[in-house]
């Protein structure tokens, strides 16, 4: 599962959906294809999708998942949330790199050892 979990850090951090651009809609669209990727949402095709803002002028959409419970418990998970990579200026010179989990945390600890001298978490 870990190693699943990963996998799709990696794949999302890859997405250039660079927050307040069109390229924004990349990212939601990369969640919308792990969820359609689960068993679950395979067998149960209408209990997840995206639906886009109204009014939003760059028609970014928001992704949703609903995991219905069985009889017993009663219970279900709503998934939502709006997700985004933000510009970081102080470091856009390092910027495609930042897509690339191994590279990122190389550059990271380049720059605690040649720079502030802070410690960044270095393993992905």
């Given amino acids: 599962m870990e190693e699943k979990g990963y996998e799709y850090l990696k794949r999302l951090v890859s997405v250039p959906g660079i927050s307040d651009t069109d390229e924004e809609r990349k990212t939601a669209e990369s969640i919308r294809e792990i969820l359609a990727e689960q068993p679950y949402f395979r067998a149960y095709p209408e209990n997840f999708g995206t639906v886009e803002i109204p009014g939003d002028a760059r028609k970014r959409p928001l992704v949703y998942g609903l995991v219905r419970g069985n009889r017993k418990s009663g219970r ?25 989990p191994s590279a990122c945390a190389a550059q990271l600890d380049f720059l605690r050892i040649f720079g502030s001298g802070k410690s960044f978490p270095t393993t992905f």
């Fill in 76 to 100: 279900t998970i709503i998934l939502t949330g709006h997700a985004g990579w933000m510009e970081m200026y102080c470091f856009c010179r390092f910027r495609m790199r930042s897509l690339i």
